[in-house]
């Protein structure tokens, strides 16, 4: 156990009773101490804790950078864009998008690359895989200082590690679910003892049997709207590909990856990864609101598919003949449904004046709506 996190969450609940998820999160993963999950290490990869689509194959990455390429140009082809990545972790889908942006006359020269890191570690191994592809990489803190202008954002997985919360409903009521210390000292799940106002439950589910968990993430939203805002004001577009589904719904998502397997979350706080599944509706009905247009979410295997994969795996196996199966296990890997292809969900957000990218289907009238297209 990582025992200055682990420590510091007992002393806090010690201290000031229980907490919520959110904060038991923003503890766990990393809260500027300098000792959380992501600030201390490389958690990607066959020697780490989970896999992500990029380490997987660079036929994801191309797949996304081409896809960039194509809404630069849609964009008009502006002079200046900013190209955004938050929580990159190696820098392997950033890389595969710029090899991607060399082909494309003029993307390369016109892009400008930004980081949203927090990660020291993280930070030093995006360095070493980006600086010989790019000059112009800068590296933010938040979304927030980022700098004015037109922007491709792809966020590949980072919505769900942001914080969540959750409420059970318990006796006719809804109780915040929260985390609490045993008489032994060790974490435990509890309920506050007020129920929350029904006002703040979605209507379709105050009728939920006793035990249901509904999962909100207000910083998840709070991203969103200002991904949104940035967008409709600046331009462009944003790419959001994570687990998740089309909300409102029940059910208790949050969960530990621990060596590729999962993990009980509260046992081992600043030890393993913590992310639950991410409400796309709820990001569209941010973003939309912010003044951005949403689309979809559709499955990656429908996103990959369509926009070319399988022949680029062709094309792959082709080039190298020693490595076609490889290419074939990680083609499957994304985009077969009992894999990747149907857990992962991607959307869209783009600027107001842009149509319906591809290959999201637009609705009638060729207008996106909140909530987007369903798959």
Not at 126 to 144: K, V
Not at 148 to 162: H, I, Q, R, T, Y
Not at 167 to 180: E, L
Request: charged share 20%; glycine share 10%; proline share 9%.
């Amino acid at each position: 156990m990582n025992a200055p996190v682990a420590d510091r969450i007992r002393a806090r609940i010690a201290q000031q009773g229980s907490i919520g998820i959110d904060d038991y999160m923003r503890l766990a993963l990393g809260d500027g101490s300098g000792d959380g999950y992501y600030a201390t290490r490389d958690p990607f990869g066959a020697s780490g804790d989970f896999i992500t689509a990029p380490e997987v194959s660079q036929l994801f990455g191309e797949i996304v950078g081409a896809w960039c390429a194509h809404m630069w140009a849609e964009m008009g082809r502006p002079s200046s864009v900013l190209l955004v990545e938050p929580g990159p972790g190696r820098g392997t889908l950033m890389a595969d998008i710029l090899r991607v942006a060399r082909l494309v006359p003029g993307f390369l020269e016109a892009a400008t690359v930004h980081l949203v890191e927090t990660s020291p570690a993280l930070r030093q191994r995006q360095r070493d895989t980006l600086a010989p592809l790019a000059a112009g990489i800068f590296w933010h803190e938040s979304l927030s200082t980022l700098p004015d202008g037109p922007m491709l954002l792809v966020a590949n997985e980072f919505f769900d590690a942001l914080p969540l919360r959750q409420v059970q409903h318990r006796g006719g009521g809804w109780f915040k679910r929260r985390i609490s210390l045993s008489p032994q000292g060790a974490l435990q799940w509890t309920l506050a003892p007020d129920p929350v106002a029904e006002s703040d439950i979605p209507p379709a589910l105050r009728g939920s049997p006793d035990g249901a968990i509904l999962e909100t993430a207000p910083e998840r939203e709070a991203a969103a709207r200002e991904v949104g805002a940035r967008l409709a004001r600046f331009g462009g577009c944003a790419l959001i590909i994570d687990y998740g589904f089309s909300g409102p719904a029940t059910g208790d998502t949050f969960q530990a990856l621990k060596a590729h397997a999962y993990a009980d979350p509260l046992a081992d706080p600043g030890q393993a990864d913590l992310t639950s599944h991410v409400d796309f509706t709820a990001l569209a009905a941010a973003a939309t609101a912010a003044g951005a247009s949403a689309w979809g979410p559709i499955s990656q295997a429908a996103f990959l598919s369509e926009l070319g994969i399988a022949m680029r795996a062709r094309k792959l196996m082709t080039a190298r003949p020693d490595k076609a199966g490889e290419i074939e296990l990680a083609l499957a890997r994304l985009v077969s449904p009992d894999q990747m292809g149907a857990l992962f969900k991607v959307a869209c957000l783009t600027a107001p004046n842009l149509g319906a990218p591809p290959p999201f289907p637009p609705r009638s009238g060729g207008e996106s709506v909140p909530g987007g297209n369903a798959d």
